[in-house]
């Protein structure tokens, strides 16, 4: 091929190498469970993937229910420390890992970019208005934050029928369960 640089670009690999890398990435790991200890082997492709080697499935699973360390359970998210409020613990979450953080904004992000409609902040000043300045769940004066009562995830509308004023301890209790009654939606 003329004027093409580099290994990859037209070079075909002969049926020998071919065979080398596959035998190579096939290679069979031998190494005794992490559980039970039996001999079992794995290819050396998924062996280097794993911190863990485990005979079987049920293996695994023994192992995680009874010796892993709950700090290493893939769902741990961290403890809070004793005396450490939820504010102080979150800020910190926030820093160690800004990559989740920006992720869920950007998938909260890209739920109101595509919902039907949009409010204004007149409309939501009016919503609070309508609701004494109160959270309309647990009706205590506190500060209070836009909730969708049908969830954007859900397929509820950004329009100020769908938005209900609750305090970030309600609006947090609720998640995405659908609680409240949308006012009439537009026709
Ligand atoms: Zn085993
Ligand atoms: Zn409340």
């Known amino acids: ?17 071919k065979k080398k890398i596959s035998a190579a990435n096939n290679r069979q790991v031998k190494f005794n469970c992490d559980y039970c200890g039996k001999e079992s082997a794995d290819k050396l492709s ?22 892993l360390e709950f700090q290493e359970h893939n769902a741990y ?25 920006a992720r869920l904004k950007a998938a909260r992000y890209q ?3 595509n919902a039907e409609g949009s409010h204004t902040e007149k409309e939501w000043q009016l919503v609070k208005e309508r609701h ?17 009562i049908i969830p954007l995830s859900k397929g509820g509308s950004d329009y100020i029928e ?4 609750l305090c970030r301890n309600c ?3 609720k998640h995405d369960k659908i609680l409240g009654t949308p006012t009439l939606t537009r026709g």
């Open 1 to 17: 091929m003329k004027g093409v640089k580099g290994f990859q670009k037209g070079h075909k690999h002969s049926e020998e190498t």
């Open 46 to 67: 998924s062996f280097n993937k794993k911190k863990r080697h485990f005979c079987c499935r049920s293996c695994y699973t023994e192992y995680r229910k009874h010796k």
């Open 77 to 101: 998210k961290g403890v809070r420390k004793v005396g450490e409020s939820k504010q102080v613990y979150h800020r910190k979450y926030y820093k160690n890992n800004p990559i989740n953080i």
């Open 111 to 113: 739920r109101e970019k």
């Open 132 to 148: 004494n300045n109160k959270c309309a769940m647990c009706k205590e004066d506190k500060f209070l934050t836009k909730d969708h």
């Open 162 to 165: 769908n938005i209900q004023p």
């Open 171 to 173: 609006n947090s209790k």
